[in-house]
C-alpha cells in the first residue's frame, strides 16, 4: 500500500524559509513521479513542483521558481521542499502526491493516483 505524509509546514514571516518533507512508503522513486501541490482558500489545487528520479527532470510553476527547491533522500525515501524567500501568496495547505510513471511517456505529476495528508503553511506580511 502506497502512503504519503507531508510534514513541515507552519508559520513563518514573509522572507522566511520552511523545508517541506514527504515521506514515501510502499513505493520506489524510480516508478513513480513525485509531486507537490497547494491549495489556497478560495483558489484550485496547484501543482508547484514536480520530480522524476527515472527522468532526472524536476518542475517548477512559475510562481515559486528561484525560491522552492525540490529535491529526494533514496535512502529514506523522503521528498523535500526547500521553500525560501516565502511570501503571503505561498500561504496554502501542501500536498505530496505520487503518480506512477509510463513506460515511454514523459513525466509529470497528475495528481491523480496518490495524495498524502497535507501540511499548512501560512506565510505572515
Known amino acids: 500500500e502506497v502512503q504519503l505524509q507531508a510534514s513541515g509546514g507552519g508559520m513563518v514571516q514573509a522572507g522566511g524559509s520552511l523545508r517541506l518533507s514527504c515521506v514515501a512508503s510502499?513505493?520506489?522513486?524510480?516508478?513513480?513521479?513525485i509531486g507537490w501541490f497547494r491549495q489556497a482558500p478560495g483558489k484550485e489545487r496547484e501543482v508547484i513542483s514536480c520530480?522524476?528520479?527515472?527522468?532526472?527532470?524536476?518542475y517548477y510553476v512559475d510562481s515559486v521558481k528561484g525560491r522552492f527547491t525540490i529535491s529526494s533522500d533514496n535512502a529514506k525515501n523522503t521528498v523535500y521542499l526547500q521553500m525560501n524567500s516565502l511570501k503571503p501568496e505561498d500561504t496554502a495547505e501542501y500536498y505530496c502526491?505520487?503518480?506512477?510513471?509510463?513506460?515511454?511517456?514523459?513525466?509529470?505529476?497528475?495528481?491523480?493516483?496518490?495524495w498524502g495528508k497535507g501540511t499548512q503553511v501560512t506565510v505572515s506580511s
Open positions: 502526491t505520487a503518480d506512477r510513471l509510463l513506460a515511454g511517456v514523459a513525466p509529470w505529476c497528475y495528481g491523480i493516483e496518490h
Open positions: 510502499g513505493l520506489s522513486f524510480d516508478d513513480y513521479s
Open positions: 520530480f522524476s528520479k527515472r527522468d532526472g527532470t524536476t
